[in-house]
């Protein structure tokens, strides 16, 4: 999921633009991340599941490459 890898850590950030508010709900219903703020002001972070979901992807890419 492009807005889980466009994360910078685990600290609230604004998310990508482009993002719609559907796509920030259902990675927020997924346990993924966490959104606060609106509208403009709206920020996300993403959770330990998400920071964990991340890595594990990052993984499996890079295991592709090899």
């Known amino acids: 999921m492009v807005l889980l890898h466009s ?22 219903e997924q346990g993924f991340i966490l959104i606060r703020g609106e509208f403009q002001k709206r920020q996300f972070c993403l959770t ?10 990052k993984r499996r890419l890079e295991a592709r490459r090899l």
């Open 7 to 28: 994360a910078v850590g685990t600290g609230w950030q604004s998310p990508p633009k482009g993002t719609s508010l559907k796509t920030l709900s259902e990675a927020e």
């Open 48 to 57: 330990d599941l998400g920071s964990d979901y991340v890595e594990r992807d």
